[in-house]
């Protein structure tokens, strides 16, 4: 691990540990144990914001432990033919990649292997790939997906748009994550943001970060169905 510290605590509570591990092997691998620790004063948990912790508490009172799961997706993976999956596994996830023909870019998905999950078919107009989960009686698709910085906004949009309308058709929910490289803390005119946003109303799907994610810039996209 890189690093390790306690954190404060309420009056005659334990002072929760919080670590940061080196990388991502070796956490999956960590919680994938803390079935073992039942019985014991102990647990291992995420380190969500709180946001995030709200919705996974909520969502776990609606659809109960089994059937809420957390995902990791990635835009720009660098990945290519040379790179086979077992060089980037993470026990306990199944990866789902698009890899770019040339240097850079591409995307991928990482979902529990515990879950029903569906590649889905996508346009290699963009980089973006997709997966059809079942969760209880719902269908959620999630999607993630990245524009370069030199690809233009507005053929970027009605792809995404033409993807988004397909899933939608055969799925009830749909999370869309991403690096687009469009600056959405720009002023309210700003042509690429305006054009996104309209794209998006025009699909149904909601912005949900409001903050920005790269220095004073909010360049990734976070959407999803209501």
Known sequence: MDACHRLPAKKQQQRPIIVKFHDRATKANVCSKKKELRGTKFVIREDLTRTRHF??????????????????????????????????HIQGYL???????T????????????????????????????????????KLALGVFYKPPNFHYKLFCDYLEEQVTTVSMEYDML????????????????????????????????????????????????????
């Open 103 to 138: 240097r850079g870019g591409g995307v991928c998905i990482y979902i529990r292997e515990s879950l029903r999950v569906v590649p889905l078919s996508c346009s290699t107009s963009i980089e973006q790939a997709w997966v059809g989960v079942e969760i209880g009686c719902t």
């Open 55 to 88: 919705l996974m508490v909520e969502a776990k009172k609606k659809y109960g432990n089994r059937s809420v799961w957390s995902n990791n997706v990635v835009s720009e993976t660098w990945l290519d033919n040379a790179i086979p999956n077992e060089s980037i």
């Open 95 to 101: 990866v789902v990649r698009k890899d770019r023909v």
């Open 175 to 226: 999370i869309c994550l991403g690096d687009i490289n469009i600056n959405m803390c720009h002023t309210s005119t700003a042509p690429d943001k305006v054009y996104l946003l309209n794209m998006l109303e025009s699909v149904g799907l909601t912005q949900v970060i409001n903050s920005p994610t790269r220095c004073t810039n909010l360049l990734e996209l976070s959407n999803q169905v209501y």
